[in-house]
């Protein structure tokens, strides 16, 4: 799985270097970091207590300006991780993040990228330098991301080390 995952992001992460034009590339490195989004689930241990039920879908909320439109539903679509469907929620402005899982602070976001609760916050050095536990950076034509496993760990998330080996960074603690 983690094989697959790895050879997927790698081949999504080599098309943002082919020549076109910018708009093109940056719907481009939205599906990869649609990708991601979902991928993440399955390297992310929620607490039970994070869902409602045994059965609650595990959910990507977008807050702010969303720059995946259908790319990141349809990343999603029939995707599921630790036996939970997937599913994606768009937040209203001043909506509370209840019931998501993994939230997308995008641009005009008044979400706080230092939350306490048991949500996988990500950010995007496109939209801001504030990071979440995942922040989104391109390198070399490249999406990668670096990982605050302190502030994870501190809202009661775990991280698989599959996930921390693909990062530029990890944060460990302080």
């Known amino acids: ?3 697959r995952l790895a050879l997927t992001l790698a081949a999504l ?13 940056q719907s481009l490195e939205y599906a990869v970091k649609a990708n991601y989004l979902v991928r993440f689930a399955a390297f992310v241990e929620w ?20 720059p995946f439109g259908e790319t990141l539903d349809q990343a999603a679509g029939g995707q599921s991780a630790h036996g939970r469907r997937i599913g994606v929620r768009r937040l209203p402005a001043g909506a509370a993040m209840t019931g ?3 939230l997308y602070v ?17 950010t995007d050095s496109a939209v801001t330098q504030q990071r979440g536990m ?9 999406v990668r991301f670096h990982i605050d496993k302190a502030a994870a760990t501190s809202s009661g998330l775990g991280m698989s080390s599959r996930l921390l080996n693909l990062a530029i960074s990890v944060r460990e603690g302080g």
């Open 1 to 3: 799985m983690f094989r």
């Open 13 to 25: 992460a080599l098309t943002l270097m082919a020549p076109a034009g910018r708009s093109h590339a």
């Open 47 to 66: 607490p039970p207590t994070a869902f409602e039920a045994n059965s609650a879908p595990l959910i990507i909320c977008v807050s702010g300006r969303d």
């Open 100 to 102: 998501c899982h993994i």
């Open 106 to 122: 995008g641009a005009g976001s008044a979400a706080a990228a230092n939350n306490r609760a048991a949500v996988l916050i990500v």
């Open 134 to 142: 995942i922040h989104f950076v391109v390198v070399s034509n490249r």
